[in-house]
C-alpha cells in the first residue's frame, strides 16, 4: 500500500486546514488509517486514527479540535484540523496497517504561527 499525504501548509493560530492521505488500493480491508505527526526535537506521536468499522480514537491534544473522517470511494482518508495552535507545528504523517503489516506515507508539514 502506497500512501500519499497532502494538504499541509502554513496556517495562523486558530485557523483550519484539511489533510489527506490517498492510498494506492481500496482502504476497506485496512484495519485501520491514522494521523502520527513529529514536532522538531521530538518523538513521532499519534493524533488519531480510524478503523475500518469507522470508530475514530484521539489523542487528548487534539480531542474536540481534530476530526478523521474516511471516503472508501476515493481510498482517501482525512484529518480536518480546527482551531489549531503553535503546539500543532509538525510534520504530519499518515499510516496504516492490516493483519500486522504498516506503510507509512510520506510527511506534509503544517506551521501554525502569526
Known amino acids: 500500500v502506497q500512501l500519499q499525504a497532502s494538504g499541509g501548509g502554513l496556517v495562523q493560530p486558530g485557523g483550519s486546514l484539511r489533510l489527506s492521505c490517498a492510498a494506492s488500493r481500496s482502504i476497506v480491508s485496512l484495519n485501520y488509517m491514522g494521523w502520527y505527526r513529529q514536532a522538531p526535537g521530538k518523538q513521532r506521536e499519534l493524533v488519531g486514527i480510524?478503523?475500518?468499522?469507522?470508530?475514530?480514537n484521539y489523542a487528548d491534544s487534539v480531542k474536540g479540535r481534530f476530526t478523521i473522517s474516511r471516503d472508501n470511494a476515493k481510498n482517501t482518508v482525512y484529518l480536518q484540523m480546527n482551531s489549531l495552535k503553535p503546539e500543532d507545528t509538525a510534520v504530519y504523517y499518515c499510516k496504516a496497517g492490516m493483519d500486522g503489516d504498516y506503510y507509512w506515507g510520506q510527511g506534509t508539514l503544517v506551521t501554525v504561527s502569526s
Open positions: 480510524i478503523t475500518s468499522g469507522g470508530s475514530t
